[in-house]
């Protein structure tokens, strides 16, 4: 799973590079590059939060394995179109539309299946060797994408990314099957908080079906979120960085604006490369006890970093304040991942996953549509500075309204691996 992980990782953010480079090269629009995002949000909205009850209710390897031939179909036909004496502009829209479908059911499968496949006094170190795993990927594959999508063009992008998913297919037929835990009274894990190790009525097998499975298993888990006010502080703080301060949909228009048309896919490579420097030197993190304060500084310095991005004058200020902006993101993503693993029970992961998709997921999306309108209709410089600071600003918000997310201390023994 780490293997086809990483690989997939690799090609999608190579296809995402391409398709917002051939968008700039078809369209010349800002704003038709943000609406690229736009056409996600139903499909992530919809998909992402049923395959959250999916992978509480089906063998979860199945789900992850078989999503990948509907992946690799999408990038094929991006590379007909690419092919193309004249491609069009419309396919671009439609197959991202169906790419985030089929990611956003099987995402919830994934991000559940780690603890069941890693002890739990390994758990810290899975997500550190994922985090790392991933973030190389993205600055490989942004790296990559935006100079291959240059020159020779996006169709090679697409093809290397289609033979990736073909490898990754096959890495996810050696994994283990991962079925669902059984339990006659799976939902009522709702009303357990810190529930993590399955108890004697729950064990991997042929599941029951639960109460409140489908749209019911949708609303346990949304119920169970918005009761929490630790976990809801903590997906809207990361929304709010990303619907308010996702820059990528501007990068080919700030690279051309600095007159660096060549550090396109550097802009795209360096908030990963901050968030890779973090997850090496994360080992003081173990001691941080206030979680949710820890998110919400995070998310605000993300803000700052993109007001910074988009006051530069030269492009190695603005990939400075990229790679600081990773960095940042970094940091709230690792408190976020340690709060969800060590709180939210087993047999409500899946779902749980599922509305931890929207709170990472939807963001970029709708922050693309934000970042493009607000260029069109100004300056792409305006669109990034006043981003920034109106993240800053509903992060504050989010705290005052949400107190029991600011004081969230962990307990000493969340900080410290179980042995035994």
Not at 90 to 110: C, E, I, K, N, T
Not at 139 to 155: F, Q, R
Not at 207 to 216: D, I, L, S
Request: glycine share 12%; aromatic share 8%.
């Amino acid at each position: 799973m780490f293997a086809s992980r990483a690989i997939t990782l690799l090609g999608g953010q190579a296809t995402e590079v391409a398709l917002l480079v051939q968008a700039k090269q078809l369209t010349r629009s800002p704003l038709a590059v943000g609406l690229l995002g736009v056409v996600e949000l139903v499909p992530l909205l919809v998909f992402g939060l049923y395959g959250g009850t999916l992978a509480d209710r089906f063998d979860r390897r199945a789900m992850m394995r078989w999503c990948e031939p509907g992946l690799g179909f999408c990038v094929v036909l991006l590379l007909v179109n690419a092919l193309l004496p004249d491609p069009a502009v419309w396919p671009l829209y439609a197959v991202s539309a169906v790419m985030m479908a089929v990611a956003a059911l099987q995402r919830p499968s994934f991000d559940a299946s780690v603890p069941r496949l890693v002890p739990r006094e390994q758990l810290t170190a899975a997500s550190a060797l994922l985090a790392m795993s991933g973030n190389a990927s993205f600055i490989l594959g942004s790296s990559l994408g935006g100079v291959l999508a240059v020159a020779p063009g996006p169709w090679l992008v697409y093809g290397l990314d289609a033979a990736g998913f073909a490898m990754s297919f096959g890495l996810l037929g050696l994994l283990r099957p991962v079925p669902p835990v059984v339990t006659g009274e799976a939902d009522r894990a709702a009303g357990a908080e810190g529930a993590e190790r399955p108890g004697r009525a729950e064990r991997p097998g042929r599941a029951e079906r639960p109460e409140g499975a489908g749209v019911g298993g949708v609303l346990t888990g949304l119920r169970y979120a918005l009761g929490r006010q630790d976990l809801l502080g903590s997906y809207l703080a990361d929304l709010a960085a990303m619907v308010f301060a996702y820059p990528n949909a501007l990068f080919p228009f700030m690279a051309a604006l600095l007159h660096a048309p060549w550090a396109t896919g550097l802009m795209f490579a360096a908030p990963s490369a901050g968030a890779f420097g973090v997850t090496v030197l994360s080992g003081w993190m173990g001691r941080v006890r206030r979680h949710g304060r820890a998110i919400a500084l995070a998310a605000a310095a993300w803000g700052v970093a993109m007001t910074g991005f988009g006051l530069s004058p030269d492009i190695y200020l603005a990939i400075a304040c990229l790679t600081a902006a990773g960095a940042a993101d970094m940091v709230s993503g690792i408190f976020r991942d340690t709060l969800w693993n060590q709180t939210i029970p087993d047999a409500l992961r899946g779902r749980l996953a599922g509305v931890e998709l929207l709170s990472y997921g939807l963001g970029p999306p709708a922050g693309q549509l934000r970042s493009g309108v607000v260029a069109g209709l100004t300056s792409v410089r305006f669109s990034l500075v006043s981003g920034g600071l109106c993240c800053v600003a509903a992060v504050a918000v989010i705290c005052a309204a949400l107190p029991g997310f600011a004081r969230y201390k962990a307990a000493v023994s969340a900080s410290v691996p179980a042995r035994g």
